[in-house]
């Protein structure tokens, strides 16, 4: 069904439940990531879009279920969690680059201090980062003076400082004003085309056709559907799914 | 007026020892109080339960029952003791009760600045497998410290008029110098009165004013 990219899986979600009170958030989510494989996560707002992914590095703790990352069961808590999380990538909606650190500051922080590698190794390779992205000449400012996509091209290299596995995307070009998503949305599609394993909550259609291998259409927490992005655009295989892209498709 | 320059090396003596107690006190009380600050966001319940504990019983005794305390139960009775000489062991028995008293205000302070940091940074800090002192350390506490740098200072030139609680347990800082000198110089009282008020506010005015600068100059953009 989807294009096979890796042959091993990096994440395996099986049975995955979630609850916020009374509201079932996730529905008994199975989900496989390949390694290299982008996974693009569609739906309307208050789908679990962005539960899933932050369940995958526990942001958010999941009620029953297994979720393994790499071949092993996701840690529970303190350094073991830690370790884990400093293999998966995160950026955020809202960016949240540190914002009493400078932006060179805020690419080798967890080079630094979480895999401890020596402050001027760390600065060159987040200033190679800052380049890749192209805010290299913005690195001694603090985040309030860049723009928003800056900002996010900025949370991207920070996530790549830690040569991650794989990065999670929750909404990545939400908050941006239209004129910048762009930006950030190229640094994604290289990222892609480079062999990162990426699940993305977007939008943005316009990514998931050029850079995903598989869309996975998710409502009322449950994935409904999943296919390639050119099956699932033309020629979604559920009502809901067509209902939902008949609302987003037609302007 | 004769009474307060004939007295002058006396009074620069006693003030000099209030703000000794100030400094030793506030870095002892910002020491502790962080501390318990970081207890009490910790996802521990029993470090929890023993920070807001402290902080309850302290904030809300008067501090001359827990100057007494230091000096008394302390001192006389379980015998604590830092040194041979006499008033040099209050002095630190006082510098205890009253690091101990501030730091409780400290802890609320902090936390009320911790509060101020938006939940995405610690989340951020997470996600980076940042450990929970860590993400304390270099993301949370450090913008905290940033937003309550104003209360910090409010705090400070409190403690410099609490100082004057030591008298209490027999410390010879200003105010129980002040005692002393009204009844030597019981012509002058008013002179000697309005000399010390004014000495304080030397000590307490420039405080408040760099907290404001300070509190100006490190304020995080966002």
Not at chain 1, 127 to 149: D, F, H, N, T, W
Not at chain 1, 184 to 213: K, W, Y
Not at chain 2, 50 to 63: H, Q
């Given at each position: ?8 899986s990096?994440?395996r ?18 989900l496989?990531?390949?390694r ?5 996560a ?5 789908a679990?879009k ?6 995958i590095?526990?942001?958010?703790t999941i009620?029953?279920?297994?979720i ?5 069961s ?6 073991a969690?830690a370790q884990l ?9 809202s960016f949240?680059?540190f ?17 401890k590698?020596a ?15 192209g805010i ?6 603090y ?13 991207i ?15 990545p070009?939400?908050?941006?004003d239209?004129?910048m998503?762009?930006?950030v949305?190229?640094v994604m ?14 939008h943005?259609?316009?990514?998931a ?6 869309v996975?259409?998710m409502?009322d927490?449950a ?5 390639t992005p050119?099956e ?8 809901r799914a067509?209902d939902f892209?008949?609302?987003?498709l037609?302007? | ?24 006190s506030?870095?002892?009380a910002?020491v ?11 996802p ?10 402290y902080?309850?019983?302290?904030r ?30 209050y002095?630190w028995?006082?510098?205890i009760g009253?690091?101990?008293?501030t730091?409780a ?6 936390r009320s600045?911790i509060?101020?940091v ?8 997470r996600?980076?497998?940042l ?14 410290f940033?937003?309550?740098?104003a209360?910090l ?24 110098t002040?005692?002393s ?8 009282v008013?002179?000697?009165?309005f ?22 100059r490190?304020?995080v953009?966002?």
């Amino acid at each position: 069904m989807t294009e096979a990219v890796g042959s091993t899986s990096l994440v395996r979600l099986e049975n995955v439940n979630k609850h916020f009170g009374t509201l079932h958030v996730l529905k008994d989510i199975d989900l496989d990531i390949a390694r290299g494989e982008v996974v693009v996560a569609i739906g309307p707002s208050g789908a679990g879009k962005s539960t899933l992914c932050r369940v995958i590095n526990r942001l958010e703790t999941i009620d029953s279920g297994t979720i393994t990352f790499d071949g092993k069961s996701l840690a529970v808590e303190g350094r073991a969690l830690a370790q884990l999380r400093s293999e998966v990538g995160m950026v955020f909606q809202s960016f949240n680059l540190f914002a009493h650190k400078t932006i060179l500051e805020n690419v080798t922080l967890g080079p630094i201090r979480v895999r401890k590698i020596a402050r001027d190794q760390a600065e060159k390779r987040g200033m190679e980062l800052l380049e890749r992205v192209g805010i290299a000449s913005q690195a001694e400012k603090y985040p309030a003076q860049l723009s928003g996509g800056q900002q996010q091209r900025v949370a991207i290299a920070r996530a790549l400082a830690m040569d991650p596995k794989m990065i999670l995307f929750d909404e990545p070009t939400s908050a941006l004003d239209p004129e910048m998503v762009q930006e950030v949305l190229d640094v994604m599609i290289s990222l892609a085309r480079d062999g990162m394993t990426m699940l993305v909550v977007t939008h943005e259609m316009g990514f998931a056709r050029r850079a995903a291998n598989r869309v996975v259409f998710m409502a009322d927490g449950a994935v409904v559907e999943q296919n390639t992005p050119d099956e699932f655009f033309t020629n979604p295989g559920t009502d809901r799914a067509r209902d939902f892209l008949s609302k987003i498709l037609t302007h | 007026m004769g009474a307060l320059v004939e007295e002058f090396p006396v009074i620069l003596g006693a003030f000099w020892l209030t703000v000794r107690l100030t400094l030793a006190s506030a870095v002892a009380a910002l020491v502790l109080g962080t501390v318990l600050a970081a207890m009490r966001v910790s996802p521990f319940a029993v470090l929890r339960g023993v920070a807001t504990a402290y902080v309850n019983t302290l904030r809300n005794t008067p501090l001359t029952l827990v100057i007494v305390f230091c000096g008394l139960g302390l001192g006389l009775v379980l015998d604590v003791s830092f040194s041979e000489s006499l008033s040099t062991n209050y002095l630190w028995l006082s510098i205890i009760g009253l690091s101990a008293y501030t730091a409780a205000f400290v802890c609320e302070a902090i936390r009320s600045g911790i509060n101020t940091v938006p939940v995405g940074q610690a989340e951020a800090a997470r996600a980076l497998g940042l450990t929970f002192t860590q993400n304390l350390r270099f993301i949370v506490l450090p913008q905290a410290f940033r937003a309550i740098i104003a209360p910090l200072g409010s705090l400070l030139i409190a403690l410099t008029k609490n100082t004057t609680v030591a008298a209490a347990i027999g410390v010879a800082e200003a105010s129980l110098t002040m005692k002393s000198l009204f009844e030597r110089h019981q012509d002058s009282v008013v002179a000697i009165f309005f000399g010390f008020a004014l000495a304080f506010l030397v000590l307490t005015l420039p405080t408040g004013l760099f907290f404001g600068w300070l509190s100006r100059r490190l304020k995080v953009a966002r």
